[in-house]
């Protein structure tokens, strides 16, 4: 009986490349699953940051509208004190305090 290392040689090779093939199809499997994984973790994540996007403005105000506000405040506080100071003045004159 004659020994045939072609045939032998074939078998590993063979062998070696089934096995190859399926860990490359594991890996794959294993890849497309946490893609799959991570892709749905993203869509949740976008979800969430578009409801406190939308929910920002009901929840804070921008340092502009504040300082806005504030001025339009202070503005209408300046008016009030004038305005209560010539009462004062007025009402001063009419008690005789002042001319």
Do not use: C
């Not at 406190?52 to 806005?68: C, M």
């Amino acid at each position: 009986m004659e020994f045939n290392w072609t045939s032998v040689m074939i078998g590993i090779g063979s062998t070696m490349f089934g096995i190859i093939l399926h860990q490359s199809r594991e890996i794959r499997a294993a890849l497309n699953k946490e893609v799959k994984e991570n892709r749905d973790h993203l869509a949740e994540v976008h979800k969430e940051i578009e409801t406190l996007r939308s929910g920002l403005p009901l929840q804070y105000v921008l340092r502009d509208d504040f300082l806005r506000s504030i001025s339009a405040l202070d503005t209408k506080i300046d008016r009030m004190s004038g305005e209560v100071s010539s009462i004062s003045k007025n009402i001063a004159k009419l008690t005789g305090g002042e001319k």
